[in-house]
Nanobody, 120 residues
Framework: QVQVAESGGGLVQVGGSLRLSCAAS????????MGWYRQAPGKQRELVAV???????NYGDSVKGRFTISRDNAKNLVYLQMNSLKPEDTAVYYC??????????????WGQGTQVTVSS
């Protein structure tokens, strides 16, 4: 089992910055990719950013150039630096961690989510 917990959400003005943190604990030996999704009211959950254990990254089109994902493998932490925030970035942000077991099966574990609200 892996537990995932986010922190750092809140209220920020348009154009501002915010940094989200996510900590994985429990069976951390098999943690592989970690990342962030978000879900706004009435919309589907969408990819924000993902980072592999080796540091490779992938971003959703709407955040490219504004958000940066990073991780600390030693501490099983992942960060999401969000700059130039827009009202459309308002959503609940969910962190996940993929756990790969000894036979190679991958299971995603999700956090409870943290609210980010961008006010105009």
């Amino acid at each position: 089992q892996v537990q995932v917990a986010e922190s750092g959400g809140g209220l920020v003005q348009v154009g501002g910055s915010l940094r989200l943190s996510c900590a994985a604990s429990g069976s951390i030996f098999g943690i592989d990719a970690m990342g962030w999704y978000r879900q706004a009211p009435g919309k589907q959950r969408e990819l924000v950013a993902v980072i592999g254990r080796g540091g490779s990254t992938n971003y959703g089109d709407s955040v490219k150039g504004r958000f940066t994902i990073s991780r600390d493998n030693a501490k099983n932490l992942v960060y999401l630096q969000m700059n130039s925030l827009k009202p459309e970035d308002t959503a609940v942000y969910y962190c996940y961690a993929d756990h790969r077991d000894y036979v190679g099966s991958v299971t995603p574990y999700w956090g409870q989510g943290t609210q980010v609200t961008v006010s105009s």
